[in-house]
Nanobody, 131 residues
Framework: QMQLVESGGGLVQPGGSLRLTCVASGFSLDDFAVGWFRQGPGKEREGVSCISSSDHSTTYADSVKGRFTISRDNVKNTVHLQMNNLRPEDTAVYYC????????????????????????RGQGTLVTVSS
């Protein structure tokens, strides 16, 4: 069974750090681009960071640039999201999703819209930033 499972969420104080992990099972993540998305309370879902499969190039939302880092380990079939200097507005359910670059058309940086990562999506992990 193909699935993505997120972990690493939790309660953290402002300024703290968390490392989210997305583990793929039942398939190889090598062939897929992966994105991290989030939905905060009363907010729409948004793309946080995405990484391609071909050259591991990355994209970040403006709100997280300089604070979050996405990386992938194809040997372990995982993608991580390192989140530093967390803010209360980062509170959200974070989930990872996989998509095929072949479906993107022309691109120079990985797109980070949900409709580009429709192949598979995890259930999400809750991140709460509060003092």
């Amino acid at each position: 069974q193909m699935q993505l499972v997120e972990s690493g969420g939790g309660l953290v104080q402002p300024g703290g750090s968390l490392r989210l992990t997305c583990v793929a099972s039942g398939f190889s993540l090598d062939d897929f681009a992966v994105g991290w998305f989030r939905q905060g309370p009363g907010k729409e879902r948004e793309g946080v960071s995405c990484i391609s499969s071909s050259d591991h190039s990355t994209t970040y939302a403006d709100s997280v640039k300089g604070r979050f880092t996405i990386s992938r380990d194809n040997v372990k079939n995982t993608v991580h999201l390192q989140m530093n200097n967390l803010r209360p507005e980062d509170t959200a359910v974070y989930y990872c999703a996989a998509g095929r670059e072949a479906n993107w058309g022309k691109w120079t940086v990985p797109p980070c819209e949900e409709n580009k990562y429709l192949r598979l999506r995890g259930q999400g992990t809750l991140v709460t930033v509060s003092s």
